[in-house]
């Protein structure tokens, strides 16, 4: 595909064979960055933006697609369904623990896949799960060199610091934060790739994936210029949807462990009247728009390298996050629901020459698993079959479509007409799914069979919130008569799932 774009756009002086791709990570990173503040049905508005001119720029120069969605918004889950183009019903993976190869299936992985096909592939950071040493987080066969993980992690990442920290300058030098060192080995790695890098003959996948904004939000001191605690807003909405399952509920408890959190003797319910105080849910949205504006300047030094290296008209890059975060909307503290907040999430691709010149802003929905066919077309001109209903024994294989078409046509071309996303409750004996449209999210908590399949005859709940008059999901409108028509077309499609979606 590349050779054949390079022909098609030659007055761009297109001369390359086998593209580089730079692939980058962020944990927990909402959708509300500035090039995404126009996009239609935004969930929430925040005040002040997020400053984020390194991405805005590097978004000026990708496909933007506005409406990308993730399969599970918890890291684990997301990852591995990204990594593998399979969904979590697939992987198996639905929390923390579990590894996807054990769970769900030899599956072929993104950079598995191009170390397969000539690439050298690095990874540094969090791309699978955590940078630890176990292997289920490294995953060392998708790898060329052994994984890199930030010697500072453990330290950073412990809870003595709190929920939320400003590092000094001093501090910053004595400890490094985590992720200015797996920037810096970043650098290194752009610094040191082999002359072929350039001219296509020697490729490489370099994946790079930084920890914040997740939890501890951890960033340095000299972040705080751009958010004056005067300037922050309260969420403007601090109540759970009327109307809401308690199902549909999740109670970080993760965040409300953190003993900065704790001692304020916060409820964890929704609707509750013993919340967190207005000062310090400033100080916390401070806190994240903090760090997000930290890993923004990271991405920044990430870009200038490879431009300092000659290396970006023949680099891919990639950047995309595993799930939103929920910063006090709706009075929640987390991930880990089916709600729009947290699964709609930035998504860049950046494609010379396509995309050399301007951005091509995308409002379809996409989800992660088509980022590995997405990939493999546009660097390997290769498809990927579409895995079969029972891929156990598959081990390479897609679950979603490569967007290629999309970028080409500028968002114009037929395209499926919804995401999927799906999270599990009761010890993973309820499972919500959940389906976005153009104008609707449809959610139905079902019981799940001994074998894992939903019993479609035994659905606990559902969620129905109209997008195109009420984008923050403030009303269930599931049981209103008017509804009714569209919950029952909503539900077949639903049940169908994303093999039978339509094409509009």
Not at 308 to 313: I, K, T, V, Y
Not at 373 to 380: D, G, I, K, S, V
Not at 404 to 424: N, V
Not at 468 to 477: A, G, K, Q, S, W
């Amino acid at each position: 595909m590349w050779s054949n774009i390079c022909v098609l756009f030659s007055l761009f002086g297109c001369i390359y064979s086998r593209p580089n791709v730079l692939f980058l990570m962020a944990d927990d990173l909402r959708v509300q960055l500035a090039f995404n503040q126009d996009a239609p049905q935004q969930p929430f508005v925040l005040h002040p933006g997020m400053l984020t001119p390194h991405l805005d720029q590097l978004a000026s120069q990708s496909a933007v697609f506005h409406r990308a969605y993730v399969q599970q918004s918890v890291c684990n889950p997301s990852r591995a369904s990204a990594l593998t183009s399979r969904r979590p019903d697939t992987t198996k993976v639905y929390g923390s623990d579990s590894y996807f190869r054990t769970s769900g299936g030899n599956f072929t992985t993104i950079p598995q896949y191009f170390k397969d096909n000539g690439y050298l592939t690095l990874g540094m950071g969090k791309i699978f799960h955590s940078d630890t040493s176990e292997v289920k987080h490294s995953d060392p066969i998708s790898w060329s060199e052994p994984f890199y993980t930030a010697p500072n992690h453990k330290y950073w990442k412990s809870r003595k610091h709190g929920s939320h920290k400003a590092v000094s300058r001093i501090e910053q030098l004595s400890h490094p934060l985590p992720d200015r060192q797996v920037a810096d080995k970043a650098r290194e790695a752009l610094r040191s790739m082999p002359e072929g890098a350039q001219s296509g003959q020697s490729p490489f996948f370099l994946a790079v994936g930084f920890h914040k904004p997740h939890l501890p939000w951890i960033y340095p001191v000299q972040m705080h210029q751009h958010y004056p605690l005067s300037s922050i807003s309260l969420p403007n909405n601090c109540f759970a949807p009327v109307g809401m399952p308690a199902v549909a509920w999740h109670k970080a408890d993760g965040f409300y462990r953190y003993s900065d959190i704790a001692n304020l003797e916060a409820s964890t319910d929704y609707n509750a009247t013993n919340v967190l105080p207005a000062r310090i849910v400033k100080k916390l949205r401070r806190a994240y728009y903090s760090s997000v504006t930290y890993v923004d300047s990271l991405v920044g030094e990430l870009l200038a390298e490879l431009d300092a290296q000659g290396l970006r008209n023949n680099t891919i890059v990639t950047f995309w996050g595993d799930h939103g975060w929920h910063l006090g909307e709706h009075g929640a503290w987390s991930k880990q629901t089916n709600f729009e907040m947290a699964n709609r999430v930035p998504m860049l691709v950046s494609y010379p020459p396509i995309t050399n010149q301007t951005s091509i802003n995308i409002n379809k929905p996409v989800e992660m698993v088509d980022l590995f066919p997405t990939l493999t077309e546009m660097a390997l001109s290769s498809s990927l079959d579409t895995c079969p209903e029972n891929s156990r024994e598959t081990q390479l294989c897609s679950e979603g479509q490569s967007l290629l078409p999309l970028i080409l046509s500028r968002g114009e071309s037929l395209w499926k007409e919804a995401a999927f996303s799906q999270f599990p409750r009761s010890k993973n004996t309820i499972m919500g799914y959940s389906m976005k449209t153009h104008e609707y999210r449809y959610t139905a908590w079902v019981q799940r069979r001994k074998n894992g399949q939903p019993n479609w005859n035994k659905v606990k709940a559902e969620e129905l919130y109209d997008h195109t008059r009420d984008p923050e999901e403030n009303f269930n409108r599931v049981a209103e008569s008017y509804y009714g028509k569209t919950r029952r077309q909503l539900q077949r499609k639903l049940r169908r799932g994303w093999r039978y979606v339509e094409s509009v």
